[in-house]
């Protein structure tokens, strides 16, 4: 029993679904600062692209063996759903994130295609860590603002700003994990600056989108307090990351900070109703 759970978690982390739900709630979250109900058409989008995307860029390398094709049925399925869910509800977007959405695929097949000398995206120095974090901001900013027609420059550059913060943050403990397993070429900022600097530039960062949510930016107080809050969880998780951390660390824990901010902004958000009554 205990094994078959196991294989269903595992599954779970390794064809992207969990991946997926992050992206989701972080969209979502994006939506509570203007205080708008989201499509479900759009958050089906979403997730489906989301896990059609990363398999894709996992899986790229191994599509040319059969072999790994018959042992992963599952994955294959779940992506070929999922990128027939993207195509379908991709339908229903507006024209201009429907640009963005391309602009994104362009993004997602440099990264794993090789287009300059013989490199592509994941390959070119400095540039694996800048191609997701824009790449996540399109998706998660980016056409939910369209689609909400917000196109409020004080709302949405400042999530721009909060979100690009995140996300880069983030994927520091899965930089500072594959240090040494990441080629050299890659040029990664823990290879480049070790690994406390790394942590010091994540812990600044992070105080940075701090100060600017209490003193600069106009966003909901409950925005403010529940990114406060997954903030100094996430400093936490940089500041416990090291070389030696388990696959579940990142790929579970860190990941599941999304979909946390999420039900923290509900959980205020009931609350300040309640007190407000």
Known sequence: MIQSLFRVFNFYLKSSIHVAIAVVSLALVSTTAVDRSVPNSLLIFIFSSTV??????????????????????????????????????????????????????????????????????????GFKTLWVVLSWVLLTVGIPMLELKCYDLTVVLPLFCVQGIYVFVALLPFEIRDTNTDSPFLKTLPQRIGIKRVKSIGFFLLLVATILLGVVFDLPKVFNLSSVMVFVLLAVLVWKSTQKRSFYYTHFWVEALPLFWFVMIEILSNLHRITTY
């Open 52 to 125: 059609f995307a990363y398999n894709f860029i996992k899986f790229f390398p191994l599509l040319k063996g059969w072999d790994w094709l018959l042992s992963s049925k599952m994955v294959v399925g779940v992506t070929l759903l999922s990128a027939l869910g993207s195509v379908l509800h991709f339908f229903s977007l507006s024209s201009l994130s429907k640009i963005v959405v391309f602009i994104i695929g362009i993004l997602v097949l440099l990264y794993v295609t090789p287009f300059v000398a013989s490199k592509n995206g994941r390959e070119i120095k």
